[in-house]
């Protein structure tokens, strides 16, 4: 091939279409920008706009005395942040709520898996779709409603108390809601019974796309029911638990507020108080919007700090980075 | 498609999309930055149609378009609707105020603590009334009032005026028959229990123990508790315990620093001593006694209230809640009802006239429509007329509209059969239908707003005000309760009387005094420091015993110190100097006045 003299006019054909092909690639391109020009708008309007709050962080903002008005005070709330040891100390609980609630959650992620394993189990039609609908149904009650059941049940004249005094087996009403005791735990119940059945969905449509010639093939070699979920269902579930297990830990610090803000009180305050609750707390209830913002680009800090550890662990062991 | 180009193309886009969004987010806020309002001191015209007024209202218990009799006495009189919005009924502390006023708008009306004054003249959120005032002689007649919020707006004009204002001496007390706070109890069933001496707290302690067992055997109930608590009102302390601080002369509802109403002695909040944690020994003893209600902790103002109605709590902090619920006709004839109870050594604070009128004030919004009409209406709220039938809000104070609640017989102003159904029986009676529709109880003025002290005189009767201190009044009052209780009582005719009499009563002259506005890392550590006290203090009220309050008591003191609590004191302090000191001004210029 080396001697081959290249003929001027396949080379200017070859420019030619060359040159074809680019500008077909860029209008291919343009077309895909488009197509996802929207999603980008939205994504910096609802993701990066809102950035353009932690100016408030600089600032002694109080309302209704406009921004500009307000007096720049650089650094301040966050040296506040760390002034005293107490109030590092009351961060770092705040944050160790926000991390032991998270990997409470996640820690018992597998719970939907079973949820819906043992759901499929169930041969009556009838009594298998009451059970789905009656444990999907919390999942769109509102945490205030829950915690108005929560209320009337567990409070210290709720039904619960009542009976167990009617049937005199406490003399004084036990304090399962104004109470520090057990806080976390608590929570994660109430958590896991909101969201159990609606969890157990995706698993259960995954189960019905699982092959059924390998359950044919498992009966035909003489697998018990035991062994036909123990080596074909869980290790076909597997790969959508990891999807899901890998969302949730995106959403580590993002374990919401309203379910901790209906059942905060005084008492379990200490541990109930999350990062996204304690700022609500500091700069809604306290009045110190500033200082509540500065907090909250702690959450950003902190965000960055746990992907770069994931990222670490992904170069490690799988050889490739995340990002 | 390679998608390493794909990638780097969409990277492309996206800065480019970012850039071309936040260019025109900015401008979108430079622009909504641009509109704000200037304000003018020229005077509008009114359109003189129907208008629904927004009340921004700190005071309000009611939210949404108000209805009943003093609507439609207002839409009658003002062709006006007021639409209600109370930071009391949405809760979350300052969260409406904070949003409305960013947003630019707090309401057509306004009203709420003078110390936000400053700050809404400066962001030009109130209206100048200064141009509508010709021929507005009730707002001119207390010109000390709109002066003293034109003080705190550092800028001329008339911006507001204080509520609670009064003709009568700062150095008289400014509550009547009854002190507002005060160890009221279940005199019935003290009366049952043979009335033992009460020495100190601790004996009315167990005198509350006996008369919740009477009460109990009496009613067959479990749920009859001495002492039931709530937490709405809770600030940088928790509210109910503080109130014991007026049992003993000093003015309750202060920051960190407490002072004697006659500035005899200071005392910080949190010290081991100090008459606050006094206040929650005095709950924690209660609560280990059996005393305290379980509910206290979960329950709101509503739920506790119904239970003293139903007569299921047996101590009261404040007349208006025990006398309130409980003292009702029928009740107070077959003997029962609250009373002060004679605790020995007592000293009962209470809050004198104020001449400058009180820490609320009324205003009009700078976005309001038909201003000339608003200013009208605030005139009319601190006219005779106007105080008889919006201060008809809560029991003991103005008694309604002449011709319907009352009327003169004989030179005296007397309640009418309706009235007394009204005032003294509860108020669940119809209005005439020429006054509107539904109950008295709940047609009665949303504003909850106290513009003139209810004990000032009324010009137009020669009376107070307040229909309880009318002669007419006092007669039918005169109850088995009352009687039983004055024949215990020295033959006092009413608790002022005793108080006076058994030098019991320690008044605070009544000063509109606006603490300087904190800065803003003080009113930040005071946020979160008021935090830990108030969760802390509910804490001690529920603990099981001694060992665990005071362990408690001594975290509670680590952490608020480990917060900066000593810096916010010292401001505190100076504060409550400074009143005190402006109380001494006050009564030394009227004296002079005199």
Not at chain 2, 160 to 168: K, Q, Y
Not at chain 2, 170 to 184: D, N, Q, R, V
């Amino acid at each position: 091939m080396d001697n081959v003299t290249v003929n001027p006019d396949v080379a200017a054909e070859q420019k030619r279409r060359h040159q074809q092909h680019e500008k077909a690639k860029a209008k291919q391109g343009r077309k895909m920008w488009l197509l996802i020009a929207p999603f980008l708008v939205l994504v910096v309007a609802f993701s990066y706009y809102p950035l353009f709050g932690w100016i408030y962080a600089f600032f002694d903002y109080e309302p209704p005395i406009p921004l500009h008005q307000s007096e720049f005070v650089g650094l301040q709330w966050f040296k506040m942040m760390i002034q005293n040891s107490t109030q590092v100390h009351q961060l770092v609980q705040v944050l160790a709520n926000t991390f032991a609630m998270s990997l409470l959650n996640i820690a018992t992620s597998f719970l939907p898996v079973l949820f819906a394993i043992g759901l499929n189990e169930i041969r009556n039609k009838h009594f298998r779709n009451t059970i789905q609908t009656l444990t999907t149904l919390p999942n769109f009650i509102s945490w205030v409603l829950v915690y108005s059941i929560a209320f009337a049940m567990f409070s210290s004249s709720g039904m619960v108390n009542e009976l167990l005094q009617n049937l005199h087996w406490i003399a004084e009403p036990i304090k399962f809601l104004d109470s520090d005791a057990h806080t976390w735990l608590k929570m994660l119940l109430w958590s896991t019974w909101k969201g159990l059945g609606w969890g157990s969905i995706i698993y259960l449509a995954s189960i019905t796309g699982i092959d059924p010639e390998l359950y044919e093939a498992g009966r035909v070699d003489g697998a018990s029911k035991l062994q036909l979920i123990r080596y074909i269902t869980i290790p076909e579930l597997l790969p959508t638990y990891f999807v899901m297990l890998m969302l949730s830990v995106s959403n580590f610090l993002n374990n919401g507020m309203d379910q901790y803000f209906v059942f905060q009180n005084a008492f379990n305050q200490t541990h109930i108080q999350v990062l996204d609750l304690y700022v609500y707390n500091v700069g809604m209830g306290n009045n110190s919007l500033s200082y509540a913002t500065a907090i909250s680009m702690l959450k950003s800090l902190v965000s960055v700090v746990l992907l770069w550890i994931v990222n670490v662990v992904s170069k490690k062991t799988r050889g490739s980075s995340i990002i | 498609m390679n998608t390493m180009n794909f990638r780097s193309k969409v990277s492309g886009g996206l800065k480019k999309a970012a850039l071309v969004t936040t260019v025109a987010a900015a401008a979108l806020a430079l622009a909504a930055c641009g509109s704000s309002n200037s304000s003018s001191n020229k005077a509008e015209k009114d359109d003189g149609k129907l208008m629904t007024v927004t009340v921004y209202d700190d005071m309000a218990n009611y939210q949404g378009v108000a209805k009943g009799w003093f609507a439609h006495y207002v839409q009658k009189k003002f062709n006006i609707k007021l639409k209600m919005v109370a930071p009391n009924v949405s809760g979350g502390g300052n969260t409406l105020f904070d949003t409305r006023t960013a947003a630019g708008n707090l309401g057509d009306l306004i009203i709420t603590g003078t110390n936000h004054v400053n700050k809404l003249t400066k962001a030009g959120l109130l209206t100048n009334m200064t141009p509508y005032m010709s021929g507005m002689k009730y707002i001119k007649k207390y010109s000390a009032a709109t002066d003293q919020i034109t003080k705190l707006a550092g800028k001329k004009g008339i911006w507001g005026i204080t509520n609670s204002v009064s003709s009568e001496s700062p150095t008289k007390s400014s509550e009547g028959l009854e002190p507002i706070t005060a160890p009221y109890i279940r005199w019935d069933l003290y009366k049952k229990v043979g009335y033992p001496k009460l020495n100190s707290t601790d004996d009315l302690l167990n005198a509350l123990k006996d008369m919740q067992t009477e009460a109990r055997k009496e009613t067959g109930k479990n749920d009859v508790y001495a002492i039931s608590l709530f937490k709405d009102w809770d600030s940088t302390m928790m509210q109910n315990a503080g109130q014991n601080l007026a049992f003993y002369g000093w003015e309750v509802n202060q920051p960190f620093a407490l002072s004697k109403g006659n500035g005899s002695a200071y005392e910080s909040l949190i010290d081991s001593k100090s008459q606050y944690v006094k206040g929650l020994r005095f709950l924690n003893k209660a609560k280990q006694l059996g005393l305290v209600d379980p509910e206290s902790t979960t329950q709101n103002w509503d739920t506790m209230y119904s239970k003293y109605q139903a007569g299921k709590v047996l101590f009261a902090y404040w007349g208006y809640l025990g006398q309130g619920a409980f003292n009702t006709t029928s009740n107070m004839a077959a003997g029962k009802g609250f009373e002060l109870a004679p605790l020995k050594n007592m000293k009962v604070f209470s809050m004198g006239n104020q001449p400058t009128g009180n820490t609320t004030f009324i205003g009009v919004g700078s976005k309001a429509k038909n201003k000339a009409r608003l200013v009208k209406f605030i005139n009319w709220l601190y006219s005779p007329e106007g105080v008889q039938i919006q201060q008809a809000q809560t029991t003991g104070y103005s008694a309604g509209p002449k011709g319907l609640t009352w009327k003169m017989k004989g030179g005296q102003p007397v309640l009418t059969e309706f009235g007394k159904k009204a005032q003294l029986e509860g108020g669940s009676v119809q209005v005439p239908a020429k006054w509107g529709t539904g109950t008295w109880k709940d047609g009665i003025s949303t504003l909850n707003y106290v513009a003139v002290m209810q004990y000032d005189k009324d010009p137009t009767t020669g009376y107070s005000y307040g229909y309880v201190t009318w002669p007419s009044v006092l007669k039918l009052n005169q109850t088995k309760l009352s009687k039983d209780w004055s024949a215990h009582m020295d033959n006092a005719t009413s608790s002022m009387d005793y108080l006076k009499k058994n030098k019991e009563l320690l008044v605070g002259a009544g000063v509109s005094y606006t603490a300087p506005e904190d800065s803003s890392t003080v009113s930040t550590t005071r946020g979160s420091i008021g935090t830990q006290i108030v969760n802390s203090s509910w804490k001690m009220v529920m603990a099981k015993n001694d060992a665990e309050f005071n362990s408690l008591l001594s975290n509670m003191q680590k952490t608020a110190k480990g917060l900066g609590y000593d810096s916010v004191y010292k401001v505190d302090l100076k504060n409550a100097k400074a009143k005190n000191a402006l109380r001494e001004k006050t009564i030394k210029q009227y004296k002079e006045d005199k």
